[in-house]
């Protein structure tokens, strides 16, 4: 009798302990400043199809279906599940219950070129392997789709935007990309289009009849 109530009062304890780091966790988590370079979880319980990891971009911002561009850096973990909500809420009956957590936190020495003959580039969006990644210079824009995946189940192949900040103004240039048309030509930039420290490639989600 005496160890049945031993084992009892043990497996309480570790329910306790595990409970009280679990609080713990979420409220670090929701004291957390998102920073450029994160990579966030995002969920939406009302609909499954939107959940997905995201990266923050190096302007502060993510990019989420039917809530577009929402700024990230700056706020904390339940800040972001608020926009995000709002964003999302002509979308739905009601405010939609969206969760966010941090994945994995920015390097520790965030650098738009290695020093190496390498680059970071971002891949946002409909990737098979979205995030930061770290390729030789002269990449042109088909190999690095390439080298993140390829793309997603729901890319819009003929939408692919490549976004280049100035180093000087800061001022963002968008670029568009015809996957269909690697040539380029009437339809925008090409697929040998040699990308540049820092760019930012995003595959927007396909629309229901395109």
Known sequence: ????????????????????????????????VIRSGDTLQVEVLEDSSLNRSTLVLPDGSISFPMAGTVQAQGKSVDQLRQSLSTALASNFAAAPNVYVSVASLAAAQPSASTGRGTMDVYAVGEFAAPGRKEVKRGTTLLQFIAEAGGLGTFAADKRIELHRTHSQTGKITTYRFNYRVPAGGDSGIGGGTQLAPGDVVKIPQRKLFE
């Open 1 to 32: 009798m005496l160890l049945r109530l031993n084992k009892i009062f043990l497996t309480a304890t570790v329910m306790a302990v595990f409970l009280i780091m679990s609080v713990v966790s979420a409220t670090a988590q929701n004291n957390y």
